[in-house]
């Protein structure tokens, strides 16, 4: 089993410009959230897909945007990229919507915007 | 909104000591709290959780804390190694599967 993965690794943008980062959950797993995690903080939900629509959100302005397809991967999509969306985005997948069990989270996608 | 914390940003250890890092949280409603190992260029990893009907549970080397009247959390590790090294962060639930993160703390063991 190969966990959550996501890519790219790395990511280097200038401002106004959009990214699309990609996200596979581990097996068995149908429900994907994401995360942006800022240099020295803890990560902040930004969202979560199951059954291909989004749940849930968090406080994130419209610029970001998601995506889940029927194999239960999924995209996160930022437009207009402000420096301050500099950070590492996480993927985190679990097994059941709403559930308590603990999410697997992937390795990140570090994003630069200059 | 409500927010979860941490008292010690770094906490530097020996290697064969014991280090507690611990936790505040705010949100009287939070039943369901999780720490996370996070190591440089990896996303966090789960390590322990614990409900609100639980004080106290143990795991491998790991043991978390609840206290609930003065809203605290901790977490302990037993004999630490130099592969403990890590940022560890304390998360809540109140009810949903979105647990909110507190900033971390950035364990170092000294060999």
């Known amino acids: 089993d190969a966990g959550v993965t996501q890519s790219p690794t790395h990511l280097i943008k200038t401002r106004g410009q959009q990214v699309t980062l990609r996200c596979s959950p581990k097996s068995g797993h149908d429900t994907v959230s994401w995360y942006q995690q800022a240099l020295g903080q803890g990560p902040q939900f930004i969202f979560q897909?199951?059954?291909?629509?989004?749940?849930q959100r968090g406080n994130f302005p419209d610029r970001f945007s998601g995506h889940q397809f029927p194999n239960y991967s999924s995209e996160l999509n930022v437009n207009a990229l402000l420096l301050g969306d500099s950070a590492l985005y996480l993927c985190?997948?679990?097994?059941?919507?709403?559930?308590?069990?603990?999410?697997?989270f992937g390795p990140g996608t570090r994003l630069l915007v200059l | 909104g409500e927010s979860v914390g941490l008292h010690l940003p770094t906490l530097s250890v020996q290697e064969g000591d014991n280090s507690i890092i611990n936790c505040a949280y705010s949100?009287?409603?939070?039943?369901?709290f999780i720490w996370y190992k996070q190591e440089s260029g990896k996303g966090p990893q789960f390590i322990i959780d614990i409900r609100s009907n639980m004080d106290k549970r143990q795991g491998q080397r790991v043991t978390v804390l609840l206290n609930k009247t003065v809203k605290h959390l901790s977490l302990q590790i037993a004999a630490t190694q130099p592969g403990d090294s890590a940022v560890y962060f304390c998360?809540?639930?109140?009810?949903?599967?979105?647990?909110?993160f507190g900033r971390g703390t950035s364990l170092i063991v000294h060999p």
């Open positions: 949100n009287s409603a939070s039943d369901y």
């Open positions: 985190a997948s679990s097994p059941v919507r709403g559930s308590q069990e603990t999410q697997y």
């Open positions: 998360a809540e639930n109140e009810g949903s599967y979105i647990p909110t």
């Open positions: 897909y199951y059954e291909e629509e989004e749940r």
